[in-house]
């Protein structure tokens, strides 16, 4: 059977209006040996459209409906959040890689921008040098802070007791504005 130009427009027009718009295909139209029409290499009149693969991901957080959703394969974080209802107001809408890719069975969790300030703040402190527990080797990681200064800090805390501020550590002789100044934003005393 061969068909007409008008023929392959009205079937590409129909594939197209009917095979749904929301999902990517390549299409091909081309006539083989024979004069037949074929689309993808298959004979036109016994094409089926088959959609694309699925998978779900679990999206929860500052999400207006959260919940297991079925998605293409190809989607983004962007698009499961969509179909989410979106973020919340209080969504922190720069936590995460709008544009990075699903796998099936993901969790996507959106924070609020006060949880996000939690964590950092509690990583932060994580890795703040407290002056008043630390060990010797600690104390060394700061910069300009040596064996020795180390050992009169530690001299210090146990003769005069703890440090209530981070700014008491200039007390101990040998520690200046200036070195406070460079260890002041790494040092903490709770």
């Known amino acids: 059977m061969k068909y007409s130009k008008m023929g392959i427009l009205l079937l590409t027009g129909s594939l197209i209006m009917f095979g749904g718009c929301d999902e990517k295909r390549e299409i091909s139209f081309e006539l083989?040996?024979?004069?037949?029409?074929?689309?993808?290499?298959q004979p036109a009149d016994s094409v089926q459209v088959t959609g694309q693969e699925k998978i779900l991901v679990y999206v929860c957080g500052a999400v207006s409906m959260p919940g297991v959703i079925e998605v293409d394969a190809d989607s983004r974080v962007v698009d499961v959040i969509a179909l989410a209802g979106?973020?919340?107001a209080?969504?922190?809408?720069?936590?995460?890689?709008?544009?990075?890719?699903?796998?099936?069975?993901?969790?996507?969790?959106?924070?609020?921008?006060?949880?996000?300030?939690?964590?950092?703040?509690?990583?932060?402190?994580?890795?703040?040098?407290?002056?008043?527990?630390?060990?010797?080797?600690?104390?060394?990681e700061l910069s300009g802070i040596g064996e020795s200064k180390a050992a009169d800090i530690i001299a210090y805390r146990e003769k005069n007791g703890p440090f209530e501020t981070a700014e008491d550590i200039m007390k101990v002789p040998g520690?200046?504005?200036?070195?406070?100044?460079?260890?002041?934003?790494?040092?903490?005393?709770?």
């Open 32 to 41: 083989d040996t024979a004069g037949e029409t074929t689309y993808n290499g």
């Open 86 to 88: 979106g973020m919340t």
């Open 175 to 190: 520690i200046k504005l200036s070195l406070y100044e460079k260890i002041a934003d790494k040092i903490c005393v709770k």
């Open 90 to 140: 209080d969504a922190d809408e720069t936590y995460l890689n709008l544009a990075g890719r699903l796998d099936d069975g993901e969790k996507i969790y959106v924070p609020t921008r006060e949880e996000v300030l939690q964590w950092e703040s509690q990583e932060q402190a994580q890795s703040l040098i407290n002056i008043n527990t630390a060990t010797s080797d600690r104390l060394c």
